[in-house]
């Protein structure tokens, strides 16, 4: 479980996040969604300690033990170009090694079973720098699991990659959560795929939580209009919300008070 409780942060002196308070319980899947500047990615990195706040953020355990309770995977990653692949991913185990220690079979297990999972056995010997956008995404996010913690924070998981590819990946997470019973808060941009994957939904605007429930009541052209614009539809099916943009132009013609 991870909890947000009252927090606030500010950046200038003016707040852009909160108050919110959010609980995620263990093994449940939380999308964030909302317009650019919502608070999505503050509020993440409020948990790692990237973003100066107020108010509690507590984990099952009662604390927050740097990169051994929450592991964190940024929007926008520094990524040494020369360095392997396979060292890069092994950079999730240093929490568990300690910086002056060495890597033991277990680190190397682990490694070695988050590039598998993540389709980058056959790049483990390739510089980052040669990676494409793609590859790149999801070797970031293979040093997360790595780190085997029981919190996993993602920011935009599947920028970068094709919808085929950003399935895939999906799909190991949501496989490794319920295998593991991982505790997921994703900041998510692709609203379709936020609803098919998460068990819930938080709709953030202004720093404040909107809509927080299920994917099918939040996922409403009622909320989206509100806080995204006029040009969105939604159709429900049984695989879940599909939110369609459209023109909105084209959306207003088809309005009845217009």
């Known amino acids: 479980m991870i909890r947000w409780g009252e927090v606030t942060a500010a950046f200038n002196g003016e707040f852009t996040l909160g108050p919110i308070s959010v609980e995620v319980g263990d093994g449940d899947w939380v999308g964030l969604i909302g317009p650019n500047g919502a608070g999505k990615s503050t509020m993440l990195k409020t948990a790692v300690g990237l973003v100066d706040h107020k108010g509690r953020i507590s984990l099952t355990n009662g604390h927050r033990r740097p990169g051994l309770d929450i592991a964190w995977m940024p929007q926008r990653p520094r990524l040494p170009e020369g360095m392997s692949v396979a060292d890069y991913v092994l950079l999730g185990r240093t929490p568990h090694i300690g910086y002056l220690g060495s890597e033991g079979r277990a680190d190397i297990d682990s490694v070695a079973v988050a590039l598998d999972k993540l389709g980058l ?35 935009e998981p599947t920028a970068s990659l094709d919808i085929g590819h950003a399935i895939d990946v999906l799909e190991v997470i949501d496989d490794l959560r319920k295998t593991e019973r991982l505790t997921v808060v994703t900041a998510v941009h692709d609203l379709t795929l936020a609803g098919r994957f998460a068990d819930r939904l938080v709709l953030l605007a202004e720093g404040v939580v909107r809509a927080d429930g299920a994917p099918a009541d939040v996922l409403t052209e009622e909320n989206l209009k509100a806080h995204y614009g006029a040009g969105i539809r939604v159709i429900h099916d049984p695989d879940g919300p599909t939110v369609i943009p459209s023109r909105a132009s084209s959306a207003e013609a088809t309005d009845p008070a217009h």
């Open 121 to 155: 056995g056959a790049l483990a010997h390739r510089p980052l720098g040669t990676l494409s956008g793609g590859e790149a995404q999801r070797a970031v996010l293979a040093r997360a699991l790595a780190q085997e913690a029981p919190v996993l924070l993602l920011d």
